[in-house]
């Protein structure tokens, strides 16, 4: 069994709970954190679905303590991550995250457990991630992970002092003043100012510095302001150079993500004992991929080309050019140029 807490987080898609429960199911966490929204008050479908989520909660068969904080409001994607994260952190020092869309490779598991005990005393590291995001594995240079200044939350991990270290400045406490708002814009205690050296793009230093000042929360969600805090902490992310954990979660259920025709990469093991890297610095090569990947998903220009063009099909031929070799070894090229500038 696994001894490291598994929470999953879900809403109104119960296929994609199943599929990742069944993952979860075959390496049978000893604890496991249950996080469900409310339904939406004007979308007639969301309790039935929302019903049916939880329902495959109850499909746990194997000897486990289980926790459920399935809220009777819908708190919004913020919300629902935040404050849950928030109870899951004042009952336990460390966990695995699973958002109902993200199913890992059975590998991810002890990959997170062996990196959460090396790292857990290391006030240098934030997190561990299980998606890379398209990173080139040559760019890992025959290790088994790197660090960076942000990775994905497309499963992942981290300890409960960095969350509160987190959350102690970065106070939103998500009240909604009517059923179709997004809830409280970000608050800080103190600026988000990313430390020096930790992004290495001005496209990155763009993309986050827009970010910290925006009250959007769905363009610059929670995930956005947990990487914010830190690199203003100097902090680390870990990188996994496997992409252990498949996104499936892009169709026309999709909360704020829907993107017709879009895949990710699929879900490959770990190969154990890992290569760990020499030392915790980070890995600038690594980080601009992964400040490239921001911008062409996120940045200005992929904003713009969303709204421009309309046709699915269309917008699926311009994503694989954007995303084609060619593509992306010139915008390295132009990335390595600006950071010389």
């Not at 460390?94 to 199913?103: K, S, W």
Request: charged share 30%.
């Amino acid at each position: 069994m696994l001894s490291t807490p598994v929470v999953m987080v879900a809403f109104n898609r119960p296929h994609l709970v199943r599929r990742t429960l069944a993952a979860v199911r075959q390496v049978a966490p000893e604890r496991v954190f249950l996080i469900a929204d409310g339904p939406r008050p004007d979308r007639p479908d969301d309790a039935t679905l929302c019903a049916e989520t939880r329902a495959v909660f109850d499909e746990i068969d194997w000897p486990c303590q289980v926790e459920r904080r399935f809220s009777e409001v819908n708190l919004g994607v913020e919300g629902n991550v935040e404050l849950g994260l928030d109870w899951v952190f004042s009952q336990v020092p460390e966990a695995i995250v699973l958002e109902d869309d993200c199913t890992p490779d059975p590998t991810f598991f002890r990959y997170v457990e062996e990196l959460l005990d090396r790292y857990r005393d290391d006030d240098r590291v934030w997190q561990v991630s299980g998606n890379r995001h398209g990173v080139p594995r040559r760019l890992y240079k025959g290790d088994s992970y790197a660090f960076a200044s942000w990775a994905s939350v497309w499963g992942w991990a981290t300890w409960g002092d960095r969350w509160q270290r987190h959350r102690a400045v970065f106070t939103r406490d998500h009240v909604r003043r009517s059923a179709t708002d997004a809830g409280d814009a970000p608050v800080r205690t103190r600026p988000a100012l990313p430390a020096p050296g930790t992004l290495v793009t001005r496209a990155g230093q763009r993309h986050f510095a827009e970010a910290a000042r925006s009250s959007d929360v769905v363009t610059h969600g929670w995930d956005k302001h947990w990487w914010l805090t830190v690199m203003t902490e100097g902090g680390l992310c870990i990188a996994p150079a496997n992409n252990l954990v498949v996104n499936g979660g892009f169709g026309a259920d999709a909360t704020h993500g829907y993107s017709p025709g879009r895949e990710d990469d699929p879900a490959e093991p770990m190969e154990f004992p890992m290569k760990h890297p020499d030392r915790v610095a980070l890995d600038v090569d690594v980080e601009r991929e992964l400040e490239l990947h921001l911008n062409r998903v996120g940045g200005p220009a992929a904003r713009f080309a969303r709204k421009l063009i309309k046709s699915p099909r269309l917008r699926r031929a311009a994503r694989a050019a954007v995303n084609s070799r060619p593509a992306k070894s010139a915008a390295r090229a132009a990335a390595r140029m600006t950071q010389r500038s």
